[in-house]
C-alpha cells in the first residue's frame, strides 16, 4: 500500500533563505505527484503538478522535481518570504489504488523576518 | 465568483443528528471528492465521484452517504452524526486535462459534533 512521507513537520528558516522541503513515496507506480500549499483554516491550493514522465517543474520561486525510481520528490523555494509560511503537502496519484491521491501528513514552514 | 464552494463553512451539531455538507463548483469538472482532514491522520478520502450518478468508496466511507444529480454539487450527507466525525471536511474536483487529473480544493467546512 502506497505510504506518503514527509520530512521534517516542521521547519524554521529566516527571510531570505532558500529552501528543500521532500517528499518520499513508497510505490514508484503512480500517474503524478501535486503539491499543495495549506494556510491555516484554510483549503489546499495546487502548487505544482508533475506527470510521472517529468523530472521537474517550476512556477516563480518554486521549483518542484521527481525522481520516481528513487521515490522521492523535492520542493525547492529560493528566496523565502514570510508570506511562504505555511503548511505544504505533497500526494501523489497512485496507480494501484484506482487514481486516488494519497497525501503526506505536511511540512509547517515558518519563514522569519 | 467561479470555483468550487462549500456550505455552511462551520457547524455545530449533535450526536445523532442528520448534517449535510454541501459542495458546488463552477468548473463542470467530471471529478469531485470529499476528503476530511484530522490531526495525526492527515487527509482521508471518504467518497469520490467519477461523473453525475457514479459514486464510489474511498478509505473511510462508514456513516457517510453522497449522491451526484447533477455534475456540479456534491453533497456530503452523515446519517447520524457521531463525536469521531468531527472533523474539517475538503471537497475537490479534478479533470483529466492533458491526463494530469489535477485536483483542486474548496476551503473546507469544520464541523463538531458535541
Known amino acids: 500500500k502506497q505510504e506518503v512521507t514527509q520530512i521534517p513537520a516542521a521547519l524554521s528558516v529566516p527571510e531570505g533563505e532558500n529552501l528543500v522541503l521532500n517528499c518520499s513515496f513508497t510505490?514508484?507506480?503512480?500517474?503524478?505527484l501535486q503539491w499543495f500549499r495549506q494556510d491555516p483554516g484554510k483549503g489546499l491550493t495546487s502548487l505544482l503538478l508533475?506527470?510521472?514522465?517529468?523530472r521537474e517543474q517550476t512556477s516563480g520561486r518554486l521549483n518542484a522535481s521527481l525522481d520516481k525510481s528513487s521515490g522521492r520528490s523535492t520542493l525547492y523555494i529560493a528566496a523565502s518570504q514570510p508570506g511562504d509560511s505555511a503548511t505544504y503537502l505533497c500526494a501523489v496519484r497512485d496507480y494501484n489504488q484506482g487514481g486516488k491521491l494519497i497525501f503526506g501528513q505536511g511540512t509547517e514552514l515558518s519563514v522569519k523576518p | 465568483d467561479a470555483g468550487i464552494t462549500q456550505s455552511p463553512r462551520y457547524k455545530i451539531t449533535e450526536t445523532g443528528r442528520q448534517v449535510t455538507l454541501m459542495c458546488h463548483q463552477t468548473?463542470?469538472?467530471?471529478?469531485m471528492f470529499w476528503y476530511r482532514q484530522d490531526l495525526g491522520h492527515g487527509l482521508r478520502l471518504i467518497y469520490y465521484s467519477a461523473a453525475a450518478d457514479i459514486t464510489d468508496k474511498g478509505e473511510v466511507p462508514d456513516g457517510y452517504v453522497v449522491s451526484r444529480s447533477k455534475t456540479e454539487n456534491f453533497p456530503l450527507t452523515l446519517e447520524s452524526a457521531t463525536r469521531s466525525q468531527t472533523s474539517v471536511y475538503f471537497c475537490?474536483?479534478?479533470?483529466?486535462?492533458?491526463?494530469?487529473?489535477?485536483?483542486?480544493f474548496g476551503p473546507g467546512t469544520r464541523l463538531t459534533v458535541t
Open positions: 510505490d514508484s507506480a503512480i500517474y503524478n
Open positions: 508533475i506527470q510521472s514522465s517529468q
Open positions: 468548473w463542470s469538472h467530471s471529478y
Open positions: 475537490a474536483s479534478s479533470e483529466p486535462y492533458r491526463g494530469s487529473y489535477e485536483q483542486y
